[in-house]
């Protein structure tokens, strides 16, 4: 086959290849501009961490705040609840004293005669006896009943003991020797007694 003369260059003229750069460096100057917006719309790594950082430190600001402002509330509220527990107690003290006031002055008043009539003494002494002895009832506390019943460790204290040879009165209170009180079912004072004892 006999080659075209046209297809082969010519041995005196040089070989001149023509690129075209111009595409290439526009595409690196858009590449760089794109990159440069990225950087200015998105932070850094570290940028963004300072930003969580300032955000939390300000919502832990706003906490502590919003805790000493509670706790400021709940001191307020304590100081305010022992003020009325102090206000109450005094109305409570001044209340009972003004009972017992009439108690002493009735005292005082069986003491005065006590130069003039022995009989008048013992009269004015078992006039505040009583008198005590309601007030104390009409605020709730009661004599603990000892008549006819087993001794219980819950409201009594035994001084003395009796022996029996009955075994139906062992453990039975025989005397009262000084009474108990108790009020709203708590024990004031245990009633001391004289207990049967079973002789053996």
Known sequence: MAKNKSESPPKDEPIINIVDRRSSLIDEETRD??????????PTYVEQLKQEAEEKDKRLREYIAAYKEKS?????????????NDV?????????????????????????????NKE????????VAKQYLRELK?????????????????????????????????????????????FKDKLIKAARVKVAHLKT
């Open 33 to 42: 501009e794109e990159s440069a917006n990225i950087d200015e719309r998105l």
């Open 88 to 116: 109450r107690l005094d109305q409570f003290k001044a209340n009972l004293f003004a009972r017992l006031i009439p108690i002493l002055d009735n005292l005082n008043r069986a003491i005065q005669t006590t130069s003039s």
């Open 138 to 182: 009409n605020n709730g506390v009661e004599i603990i009943d000892t008549q006819n019943r087993k001794f219980n460790p819950n409201t009594d204290e035994v001084v003395m003991t009796e022996d029996t040879t009955d075994p139906a009165q062992d453990n039975m209170i025989v005397e009262e020797l000084e009474p108990g009180y108790i």
């Open 72 to 84: 400021g509330e709940n001191d307020d509220f304590r100081k305010r609840l022992e003020k009325d």
């Open 120 to 127: 008048a003494l013992q009269q004015g002494v078992e006039l």
